[in-house]
């Protein structure tokens, strides 16, 4: 089935841990980007990638680190966790030029 | 202030009515925009994309751009209580990058 994927679908995490949230899409889009969603925030930007090999910071980028080594996957990597990292984050992936974005079903992270 | 403004509802009506939900923008360089609708613990769904000012409809959806007012409105005809979900605005200024997001609205219709 053709779309993105999240893994893991939900995870709680030690402060101080690091963790890796993966994301992987098989519509061969060019550009792919993560966002987290809080509540009263809605949805904002940490990093993006509009091509393999690329990669861009977005709104929010402190904490938290990308890599793009091909075109379908792109991990999110937060070194040392902390509270304030809890969060429902969306992966998501577009054509440039294209219509619009397209997301994942999220990962749900949760901080102690 | 934020980019984009968006009423947080929740909207709450009743089966068959008619509803509006919108969204005001202060960055008169958003060209492209876009309504995603999201379940509980689901992502966004892209539903409707504009290109510029002007109406689009697709099925029970009509979604309308007034760049003059920087205002844009996402229409729904015969309302289902499945289309009960958090409704975002999204927009930017190059064709699928770099979105702002608004807060999203949450509808809830009622059977």
């Known amino acids: 089935i053709a779309g993105i994927t999240q893994a893991p679908t939900s995870q709680i995490l030690a402060a101080g841990r690091r963790m890796t949230l993966r994301c992987t899409q098989d519509m061969r889009h060019n550009a792919m980007y993560w966002y987290r969603q809080d509540l009263g925030l809605g949805l904002r930007l940490i990093h993006y990638s509009n091509t393999a090999g690329t990669t861009g910071k977005g709104e929010v980028p402190d904490g938290y680190s990308v890599s793009r080594a091909n075109t379908d996957d792109f991990p999110l990597t937060l070194a040392s966790a902390v509270p304030s990292q809890t969060s429902v984050y969306f992966c998501a992936s577009s054509d440039l030029g294209a219509k619009g974005q397209f997301f994942g079903p999220g990962t749900r992270l949760t901080v102690l | 202030q934020k980019e984009v403004e968006q009423d947080p509802g929740p909207l709450s009506v009743p089966e068959g009515a008619i509803v509006s939900l919108n969204c005001t923008y202060s960055?008169?360089?958003?060209?492209?925009f876009m309504w995603y609708r999201q379940y509980s613990r689901k992502g966004p769904e892209l539903l409707m994309y504009?290109?510029?000012?002007g109406n689009k409809e697709d099925g029970r959806f009509t979604a309308q751009v007034d760049k003059s007012s920087k205002y844009i409105s996402l229409f729904i005809r015969d309302s289902q209580p499945s289309d009960s979900a958090t409704y975002l605005c999204a927009m930017s200024g190059n064709a699928g990058n770099m979105l702002t997001f608004g807060g999203g609205t949450r509808l809830m219709v009622k059977p």
């Open positions: 504009t290109y510029s000012s």
């Open positions: 960055n008169s360089a958003f060209q492209y």
